[in-house]
């Protein structure tokens, strides 16, 4: 017996990515519907084998969380909302010094890339917040000058993009979370999801490169998911960090069914197929969510992980990270 005639002829169809033929979006959706079972472990090897030929470099970052809750958006999976009653810490915007003494301790783990994340919807002009956040990020660089620093600081304002590159930050973070198409129904009803792609566009037009991802389990549906991976690739963003709800007590979305671990398999390769070339992060729900299957799902396609803890839930310490990242045989070298 021909061993290919074994594979789905929708999995040997995708072996054209391999020779740097995209995928079309009918074919992933396809794929999303289709593949199951054992099949869907020949789907795992493909975008394991199509990372390693395209993105074999291994990132790792860890991030902080700067400003904590009573964001006025009404985004259904936050703990940080003030629509929802979640129990969380709220604290104003961090003092440099704290953001800096948070930053050595990464450094001294090893991890070089760093992020600075703020709650809120962000800024429409510099403010003394937005000062203490330029003052913060002219420290950080003074201390760790080979440290990449990334920002999420909500939808901003020309003005205030143009800052940021001023600074030199190195990567924004603005996910779309899920289908543009579906963002008012799934996200948010307080800003568009119009606003956060003019956000994107202006990073472009300044020089500082894109994280841009979202979140499964939202009550999306494969076609939804399907669409988020063509967006980002229409976007072109340089990143795209991946992320499996954990449903939050007091959010409108803490009875939603958990993401198993065969759907975030099969949307990782998805992810893989339609963006060959990209850094894709497990960030959150990686711990917490997948447990024991985190070694399979970061061969499903996955070249970058979050590590050391999130902005409202622990993760896991960084050591341990490296430690499980170097088990992982043919995963790759750390950049």
Not at 61 to 82: P, T, V, Y
Not at 123 to 137: A, C, G, N, V, Y
Not at 172 to 200: F, G, V
Not at 271 to 284: D, I, Q, Y
Request: proline share 5%; aromatic share 6%.
């Amino acid at each position: 017996m021909n061993p290919d005639s074994l594979i789905h002829p929708l999995i040997r169809k995708a072996y054209s990515v391999l020779d740097g033929q995209p995928i079309s979006r009918a074919d992933a959706l396809a794929i999303a519907e289709t593949i199951r079972g054992a099949d869907l472990l020949d789907l795992v090897s493909l975008a394991n084998k199509v990372r390693l030929k395209f993105a074999p470099a291994v990132h790792s970052c860890s991030i902080i969380n700067a400003k904590s809750g009573k964001c006025r958006e009404n985004c259904r999976f936050c703990a940080q909302s003030a629509a929802h009653h979640t129990g969380i810490d709220t604290y104003p915007i961090l003092a440099p010094e704290a953001v800096l003494e948070a930053a050595g301790k990464v450094y001294a783990e090893g991890v070089r890339t760093f992020g600075y994340v703020t709650s809120g919807r962000g800024w429409d002009k510099p403010d003394r917040d937005f000062q203490i956040i330029l003052d913060t990020l002219d420290l950080l660089h003074a201390n760790y000058p080979d440290m990449r620093l990334c920002v999420s600081l909500g939808i901003l304002s020309e003005e205030c993009v143009k800052l940021l590159a001023e600074h030199h930050v190195w990567r924004y973070n603005m996910n779309l979370q899920t289908s543009p198409a579906r963002y008012a129904d799934l996200i948010a009803t307080t800003h568009t999801i119009e606003q956060k792609l003019d956000t994107i566009r202006l990073m472009k037009k300044y020089g500082i490169t894109n994280c841009t991802g979202g979140i499964l389990g939202l009550g999306e549906t494969w076609a939804d998911r399907v669409d988020m991976a063509f967006a980002v690739r229409e976007l072109d963003v340089e990143g795209t960090p991946l992320n499996i709800l954990l449903p939050i007590p007091g959010t409108p979305l803490e009875h939603n069914a958990p993401v198993t671990p065969a759907d975030a398999a099969k949307t990782f390769a998805i992810f893989r197929l339609v963006n060959p070339t990209k850094e894709l992060k497990f960030c959150a729900g990686r711990e917490t969510v997948m447990k024991d299957f985190q070694g399979l799902l970061m061969l499903s396609g996955l070249n970058s992980l979050m590590t050391g803890g999130y902005l409202t839930t622990r993760g896991r310490e960084i050591t341990q990270d490296r430690a499980f990242a170097a088990s992982l045989g043919g995963f790759g070298g750390e950049e």
